[in-house]
């Protein structure tokens, strides 16, 4: 978790560009639907009325209050309530540690959602959930109404033995939240010694976007055989084996000289000598970065919401309404489903929850067979990259969402192509969430 | 003659279609389905790979039969397999109706 003054002194001592479009997102709340901008893409339809509150403005959160708005017309009062002034993306995030990308290059404002689409920004920390008198708490003591709640809140981390400080996190950074974090790990690498070794761990799935530890081992190895000769990349995985697009990964930690340990568990880890303790055995490190085990956001968990495991939410995925909670949604990688914890799907789960929602202001029944798609480029060195890809279809027996065919696909080969194409898909996603 | 005719079926179809629009407007065929194409091919099918609204229907069903025969599969040719006949001609329908 990076903590607010911590982000704020990044801000500062970064020189990163509080863009305009992220402050301007929450000071032009009050100007909503009356600018002509909204005016252009948010239609008036008659007998579509209904107050949406959003908590959280990632992927899923972004792209559901900006489809209501599309979708729905100005009946549909959507409010969003993000903690941070701007998102910061995790996909391509991989690339600040080979230094292709920075930080600041991932950051996405708010200015489009809130003066394009009319959508009421506001900035702050959900203290209370009331599904039953249908309204929210912030921790200013601001109440907000609703008739509908989504909850896109992502991930929080499980506690790591060794790693209950600030100092040890410090020290070990995850980097799966992009930002401080992303930073101050690319920052370690890039001061490893010649011969040194970095030590990165996955935790057993679900965790936020499954081929990501594998892609992150990668394209380290691959700046690090060009800049740190002898140097080392030993990855610890507490699954059995390569959780996706197996075939680039192990052409990849091959081409790398990787080396790759399935089950293995961590026991804890000794930020003074830097080391990892595992059921295989001790492993030292110049570099440590363990992905720990991971549960839905905090405003899941501290409501009681958790009902999958204690960790996550399950819901019907025809609507993404909880399946123990009338009138709250939860969208993205905090709910449990079939489908895979990853940006590109949590933007087309928000597009179903907002077709549902739209529907039922409209006192109509939600599509009884909605389609939704994975599709992600995953880096195996600088300048080559892989894909995997998979279409999900409602199966009504199981009440799941299904792959057509199957399987999910994964490219033939890595290829210079599909790394260009990674950009230009990178740059459309984000357009589609947050413009 | 035929002004007259075309005047009264004019007036016969209005209300009609004043009908159609408003139980449309929230449930448009195909639209979710296409919104699926919409992180790589931008928000309502322009702005990101080839620009889909607008293009003929026919033309739209005629390119994905062909990516799945395509093997190995690339990316799209994998999406082209992944919705029955059905859902891509209300795919296709609903991005012929956008403004190219």
């Not at chain 1, 107050?51 to 100005?74: D, N, P």
């Not at chain 1, 929080?156 to 996190?169: I, K, N, R």
């Not at chain 1, 490190?285 to 939410?313: E, F, H, K, S, Y």
């Not at chain 1, 192509?417 to 898909?425: A, F, G, Q, R, V």
């Amino acid at each position: 978790m990076i903590k607010r003054r911590d982000f704020i002194k990044l801000l500062s001592s970064a020189g990163v560009g509080m863009t305009a479009a992220g402050w301007s997102g929450f000071a032009a709340a009050d100007k909503r639907r009356t600018t002509s901008a909204a005016a252009a893409v948010v239609p008036t339809i008659a007998g579509v009325k209904g107050r949406v509150v959003v908590i959280g403005g990632g992927m899923g959160g972004a792209t559901v209050a900006k489809y209501l708005r599309m979708w729905g017309g100005t009946g549909v009062d959507v409010t969003l309530v993000e903690r941070e002034p701007v998102y910061t993306s995790n996909i391509m995030s991989n690339l600040v540690l080979n230094g292709q990308r920075t930080v600041q290059s991932l950051q996405y404002g708010y200015g489009n959602l809130a003066n394009k689409y009319g959508i009421r920004m506001m900035q702050g920390n959900v203290v209370a959930i009331d599904p039953v008198g249908r309204k929210i708490t912030l921790a200013d003591g601001t109440l907000l109404a609703y008739d509908k709640l989504v909850l896109s809140p992502g991930i929080d981390f499980e506690t790591v033995p060794g790693l209950e400080t600030a100092e040890a996190q410090a020290k070990v950074p995850h980097a799966w939240k992009a930002g401080q974090q992303t930073t101050a790990l690319r920052n370690m690498i890039a001061a490893m010694p010649n011969n040194g070794a970095f030590v990165m761990s996955i935790p057993a799935a679900p965790y936020r976007c499954p081929p990501g530890p594998y892609e992150r081992a990668c394209v380290v190895a691959d700046w690090l055989r060009r800049n740190k000769p002898g140097a080392r990349v030993i990855v610890l995985d507490a699954n059995p084996k390569i959780m996706a697009e197996p075939n680039a990964f192990l052409e990849g930690f091959a081409l790398h000289g990787i080396q790759y340990y399935t089950n293995a568990v961590i026991d804890h880890v000794d930020t003074g000598s830097m080391s990892v303790y595992t059921n295989l055995g001790r492993v030292d490190a110049n570099v440590i970065n363990v992905i720990p085990p991971q549960r839905a956001g905090a405003v899941i968990t501290d409501n009681g919401l958790a009902d999958v495991g204690g960790r996550w939410t399950g819901v019907n995925v025809l609507t993404y309404e909880a399946n123990h909670i009338a009138g709250v949604h939860v969208i993205g990688d905090a709910s449990a489903t079939t489908q895979p914890k990853a940006g590109h799907i949590a933007n087309q789960e928000a597009k179903v929850c907002a077709d549902a929602m739209v529907r039922a202001f409209a006192g109509k029944n939600p599509d009884p067979s909605p389609v939704t798609n994975s599709s992600c480029y995953s880096p195996i060195t600088a300048d080559t990259a892989s894909w995997l890809t998979a279409v999900f279809g409602f199966d009504a027996a199981t009440g799941t969402m299904k792959v057509v065919g199957g399987a999910a696909t994964e490219a033939a080969s890595r290829s210079k192509d599909n790394y260009e194409e990674m950009l230009k898909w990178f740059n459309t996603l984000m357009s589609d969430s947050f413009a | 003659m035929n002004r007259t005719l075309g005047s009264l079926v004019a007036l016969a179809l209005a209300p009609a279609a004043a009908h159609a629009q408003t139980t449309s407007a929230v449930e448009v065929p195909g639209r979710l389905l296409a919104s699926n194409c919409f992180q790589c091919h931008g928000t309502n099918g322009s702005g990101g790979f080839e620009r889909l609204a607008g293009m003929s229907s026919s033309e739209i069903v005629k390119e994905i039969q062909e990516m799945r025969r395509e093997n190995p599969p690339e990316m799209m040719d994998v999406h082209a397999r992944g919705y029955t006949d059905a859902q891509i001609k209300l795919i296709a329908d609903y991005f012929a109706k956008l403004a190219r």
